[in-house]
């Protein structure tokens, strides 16, 4: 073994199997250019509040380096949504100079649902949120300029119809288009 970590609890193992489409919580890749692999995870655990939304990121010699929860409490059309997240799937991007680090998770229950996106020592470095549900998330370099952008797609609660947003990782802040008086639009978020 090379090395191993103790959450201090038991894993959803089933979580963290890659999916039919090459969906994973999982990711590994060099973060900090250093020629080391570092380990990338999302947390997917719906009975332990203590790691559920969370994303951690492990050195090649498995220390801990960084954990971070992109959810948070956040109101729509006056009701408050507590803090219950679940992350879906981590990627990891290329750019032009060092990758960044992709997750999206939704709200356990409801919604909304969100992209985060974080830097190599787990800065955050944008979030889209989109009032409904995303249901599939890419990366690609559609402009062929070196960085890759964020492709999501899924269905949006105010009048139920798909969606598919592409994000440029250099302006990834806000939520999707809502009327600002419904029950979709978040008072907390940037528009």
């Given at each position: 073994?090379?090395?191993?970590?103790?959450?201090?609890?038991?894993?959803?193992?089933?979580?963290?199997?890659?999916?039919?489409?090459?969906?994973?919580?999982?990711?590994?890749?060099?973060?900090?250019?250093?020629?080391?692999?570092?380990?990338?995870i999302g947390f997917a655990e719906p009975l332990n509040h203590q790691l559920d939304g969370?994303?951690?990121?492990?050195?090649?010699?498995?220390?801990?380096?960084?954990?971070?929860?992109?959810?948070?409490?956040?109101?729509?059309?006056?009701?408050?949504?507590?803090?219950?997240?679940?992350?879906?799937?981590?990627?990891?991007?290329?750019?032009?100079?060092?990758?960044?680090?992709?997750?999206?998770?939704?709200?356990?229950?409801?919604?909304?649902?969100?992209?985060?996106?974080?830097?190599?020592?787990?800065?955050?470095?944008?979030?889209?949120?989109?009032?409904?549900?995303?249901?599939?998330?890419?990366?690609?370099?559609?402009?062929?300029?070196?960085?890759?952008?964020?492709?999501?797609?899924?269905?949006?609660?105010?009048?139920?119809?798909a969606f598919l947003a592409v994000l440029e990782i250099d302006n990834l802040w806000g939520?999707?288009?809502?009327?600002?008086?419904?029950?979709?639009?978040?008072?907390?978020?940037?528009?």
């Amino acid at each position: 073994m090379l090395w191993s970590y103790d959450f201090g609890t038991e894993l959803n193992e089933v979580a963290y199997h890659k999916d039919a489409k090459g969906g994973s919580l999982i990711q590994i890749a060099d973060l900090n250019n250093d020629g080391k692999a570092e380990v990338i995870i999302g947390f997917a655990e719906p009975l332990n509040h203590q790691l559920d939304g969370r994303i951690s990121c492990f050195s090649a010699d498995g220390r801990l380096l960084w954990t971070t929860k992109p959810g948070r409490a956040l109101h729509f059309g006056g009701h408050l949504y507590e803090d219950r997240f679940r992350i879906c799937r981590v990627l990891v991007l290329k750019t032009r100079r060092q990758p960044l680090i992709v997750a999206w998770g939704f709200h356990h229950l409801y919604f909304p649902s969100f992209v985060a996106l974080y830097d190599a020592d787990g800065r955050l470095r944008g979030q889209y949120w989109n009032s409904g549900h995303i249901i599939k998330m890419a990366v690609h370099d559609i402009d062929v300029d070196g960085d890759d952008e964020v492709l999501c797609g899924g269905c949006r609660n105010a009048d139920g119809r798909a969606f598919l947003a592409v994000l440029e990782i250099d302006n990834l802040w806000g939520q999707s288009p809502q009327d600002t008086l419904g029950r979709y639009f978040s008072p907390d978020l940037p528009p």
